[in-house]
């Protein structure tokens, strides 16, 4: 048997079907990896077995069972890392462009999964399934910086449960197209898949989910502007949207903005700069920074020129 978690439904989530319930609770799982452990009699409600149409009730007790991890298919690799920090219970890692996170349809290898594998010897918490070991948040493939990688179930955990409550600080540098009238401002507008096209993000979609992005500008071009991004939220694509939303997207971000990119970079000139917590151990606050990859800096630099 698997590591079991006890959870008390608030009034919030009254009559609130399980598997939502579960996913609300437990953000870094996905709906599917819980309704299949709900599938495999892995969840109770006041100790009796449930399936996934039942609904919650306040009070109730739901216990839940998270399998053991299994031999992983993914294989290991040899990938170099820019390790930043790296204890017992966390890695903090920074994240190079043209990598993705973990391994989906179409990205099995060379992906930072594979090579944490390789690099921790397979010692990752195993709480977000086969496929995500130690993955507690993404990035874009094309988006650098700063990512939090756990060793541990209860690492994982007390980072997820960070997350959920909105207590890490996650700043972002981007370089945008337009000037802003004012230095600072405050993105508050939900974000969803848009109905027309599932692989794109949009806001004020009828699915979305409360998402808030704080900016302020760093420098001006003229035409482009230099800013920092900080999160309270963390839907996909966030920064790309809210920003392409109020007319400033993002250089190089050919899926929100500008679909010919004249600087011919690759993705979205976005980078995870800032990155600070709670450590789930020693419960001090914890803030690292990842340096601007070459690319940003030559283009702040060719910007500052023109």
């Not at 892995?42 to 053991?68: F, R, W």
């Not at 130690?134 to 990688?149: A, E």
């Not at 990119?261 to 606050?285: I, R, W």
Request: proline share 5%.
């Amino acid at each position: 048997m698997g590591e079991k978690l006890d959870l008390i439904v608030s009034k919030e989530y009254h009559q609130v079907r399980i598997d939502k319930y579960l996913n609300e609770m437990l953000p870094d799982m996905s709906r599917s990896y819980l309704q299949k452990i709900i599938k495999d009699n892995g969840v109770y409600v006041d100790s009796k077995l449930v399936k996934s149409n039942h609904k919650v009730a306040l009070g109730q007790k739901v216990e839940i069972v998270i399998p053991e991890a299994v031999s992983l298919d993914i294989e290991a690799e040899n990938i170099p890392l820019d390790i930043i920090y790296e204890d017992n219970d966390i890695i903090l890692v920074n994240k190079p462009k043209n990598m993705v996170v973990h391994p989906s349809v179409g990205h099995y290898s060379k992906t930072l999964v594979n090579a944490l594998l390789y690099h921790s010897k397979g010692n990752l918490s195993a709480i977000n399934g086969v496929l995500r070991p130690g993955i507690v948040h993404r990035i874009d493939k094309d988006t650098t910086g700063i990512l939090i990688v756990c060793k541990n179930d209860m690492a994982h955990q007390s980072l997820s449960k960070q997350l959920k409550n909105h207590s890490i600080t996650r700043k972002y540098h981007a370089i945008v197209y337009n000037n802003f009238i004012a230095d600072e401002g405050t993105i508050n507008v939900p974000i969803g898949r848009r109905q027309n096209d599932r692989k794109k993000m949009g806001i004020n979609q009828p699915q979305g989910k409360p998402a808030v992005t704080h900016y302020k500008v760093l420098e001006r071009f003229g035409k482009y502007t230099y800013i920092e991004c900080s999160l309270e939220t963390g839907r996909t694509h966030q920064i790309r949207v809210h920003m392409a939303s109020i007319g400033h997207p993002l250089i190089g971000d050919t899926v929100y903005g500008p679909t010919k990119d004249s600087f011919k970079l690759e993705g979205q000139t976005l980078h995870a700069k800032t990155l600070g917590f709670v450590h789930p151990v020693t419960d001090e606050y914890l803030e690292f920074e990842a340096p601007l990859p070459d690319y940003f800096i030559n283009l702040l630099a060719n910007l500052k020129k023109s």
